[in-house]
């Protein structure tokens, strides 16, 4: 089902919600036959079946609130990374900036290229659920430029350390992110929240209205409630997935900003 990433947002939100209609619908309008003549029989089905979907729309209520919620933390801590890996950047840019020719140089165009690498070549990647290692051989280079550089003053010792320790840093965040390009919901929770719309779904069926029209407004306002629910967790199941996923504007805004501030020092 990981195609469905790949669709636009407003079709995404329209199918979703288009397939609990079409069900809840349906299947109310195929067993109303059947109902009818329960309902009649029994005087308090309603009842009984009011007392069911109470309780088992507040169980499942809450699972699909929590499984909502825990979506949109993996989709906020997917953004937060974003940003700290972008941060992280733009301080190696402030610290290359200063390192004498011609290493200031080629550190900053090593990192340039990084950048460049990040935008146009692993985010597309991302979006497909794919991880591209190209960065690693990229990150290597500076690493060993770096350790060719040699301080002559106690000031230069001080700045390499620094610069020693946001390539550490930055590092590490750019492993974040790379854990979380496949990330998203157990797949055993999803089973559980279609079995169970499936199940809140089926028990509308059983419910007797005499005016048809009014119980299939309240049929179609709890299917659409429920579709949107579960259309707004799946956007955010898998936040590096598709087009809907994080932006890589963070990075184009340190390549478009600090890069052209450092170029502009020579």
């Keep these: 089902m990981i195609w469905i990433y790949d669709l636009p947002q ?4 329209v199918l979703v ?4 209609v079409v069900t809840s619908l349906l299947g109310s309008q195929l067993l109303r036959p059947w109902v009818r003549r329960r309902a009649n029989d029994q005087p308090e089905h309603n009842d009984l079946v009011g007392n069911f979907l109470s309780a088992g729309g507040v169980l499942y209520g809450l699972l699909l609130g929590l499984v909502a919620v825990g979506a949109w933390q993996n989709h906020s801590n997917a953004e937060a990374i ?9 301080a190696l840019y402030r610290d290359f900036a200063v390192y004498p020719e011609p290493h200031r140089r080629e550190l900053v165009a090593l990192l340039e290229e990084y950048v460049r690498f990040v935008v146009e070549d692993a985010w597309p990647a991302q979006q497909r659920g794919e991880v591209n ?3 690693m051989p990229r990150i290597a280079a500076i690493f060993e430029r770096l350790a060719r550089f040699e301080p002559v003053s106690p ?7 620094e610069a020693l320790r946001e390539l550490n840093a930055f590092y590490e965040a750019r492993r974040e992110r790379l854990d979380a390009v496949n990330g998203g919901l157990p797949e055993s929770l999803w089973y559980v929240v279609v079995a169970g719309s499936v199940l809140m779904i089926g028990v509308t069926w059983l419910f007797f209205i005499p ?7 309240l049929t179609l306002f709890l299917a ?18 598709g087009l809907t996923s994080v932006s890589a504007a963070p990075y184009a805004v340190v390549r478009d900003q600090l890069l052209h501030s450092a170029n502009a020092i020579e």
């Design 10 to 13: 407003w079709l995404l939100c």
């Design 17 to 20: 919600v288009a397939a609990y």
């Design 82 to 90: 974003v940003t700290r890996e972008a941060t992280r950047i733009a």
């Design 133 to 135: 290692v190209g960065g």
């Design 155 to 161: 000031g230069q010792a001080s700045l390499h350390q």
């Design 211 to 217: 005016r048809r029209s009014l119980q299939m407004s």
């Design 224 to 241: 659409i409630s429920m579709g949107l629910m579960v259309f707004l967790t799946v956007t955010m199941d898998h936040p590096f997935r």
